[in-house]
């Protein structure tokens, strides 16, 4: 189902390390998944997806992890920079719909 | 390629009245638009699917009288909040498939709706 939160967790990260961001979805239908980037005030931005059929994949200085027997996800973004401070969601799409349920989010902060 | 906008970007209105947002997808044709609601420090959430010439599906929780959804054109998605209370302040975001493929689906800015 949806999610609903009261507030967002947060990660704080110093510039430079490695952050880890994790997510656990809800349902054992789903079999698309993908990690977006909220900055204030602004909409939802791609940053990586993966197929139930992967359990890893990589892009630039990101890398997603998908563990279908704990239904868990996570981000993992290399080197952390002072761009990368927003708030991350991961979406899980449900197998023959068009609809995606977001996870409730993680703020990342990044220190200098 | 594959830009959503949407207008207003933010607009503030007295309770009792009705507001609307429009979605457009601007260099594609939407055969689907989403409509999402995100209240402060908390994640999106579905409001109702729409497709191209026929009726919106509502969320389970989402009045449909309440929440109007046109999507009247490929490129246009229109959301209506009549009779607009103060707790229906948010940021409505709206996002938009091609229906070629399931999985893209791409993100329009968001409007920050205050009712006052």
């Known amino acids: 189902g949806e999610s609903v939160g009261l507030h967002l967790p947060t990660l704080s990260v110093q510039e430079g390390d490695n952050s880890i961001i994790n997510c656990a979805y809800s349902?054992?239908?789903?079999?698309?998944f993908i990690w977006y980037k909220q900055e204030s005030g602004k909409g939802p931005q791609f940053i990586i997806d993966?197929?139930?059929?992967?359990d890893k994949r990589q892009g630039q200085r990101v890398t997603v992890l998908l563990n279908k027997t704990v239904k868990h996800l996570s981000l993992q973004i290399a080197a952390t920079q002072p761009g990368d401070s927003a708030v991350y969601f991961c979406?899980?799409?449900?197998?023959?719909?068009?609809?995606?349920?977001f996870g409730t989010g993680t703020r990342l902060k990044v220190l200098a | 390629g594959a830009v959503v906008s949407q207008h207003p970007s933010w607009v503030i209105c007295k309770s009792g009245t009705s507001v609307k947002i429009e979605c457009r997808s601007l260099?594609?044709?939407?055969?689907?638009m989403f409509w999402y609601r995100q209240f402060p420090k908390q994640s999106l959430m579905l409001m109702a699917t729409?497709?191209?010439?026929?009726?919106?599906?509502?969320e389970q929780g989402v009045e449909k009288d309440k929440f109007l959804i046109n999507h009247a054109s490929l490129t246009l998605s229109t959301l209506t909040v009549t009779s607009a209370h103060p707790e229906d302040s948010s940021f409505y975001i709206c996002?938009?498939?091609?229906?070629?493929?399931?999985?893209?689906?791409?993100f329009g800015p968001g409007t920050r709706l205050t009712v006052t």
């Open positions: 996002s938009a498939s091609s229906g070629q493929g399931r999985y893209e689906q791409y």
């Open positions: 260099d594609f044709q939407a055969t689907t």
């Open positions: 979406a899980e799409n449900i197998g023959g719909t068009y609809k995606y349920i």
């Open positions: 729409s497709n191209e010439g026929s009726k919106a599906t509502y």
């Open positions: 349902n054992s239908a789903s079999d698309y």
């Open positions: 993966i197929r139930s059929n992967m």
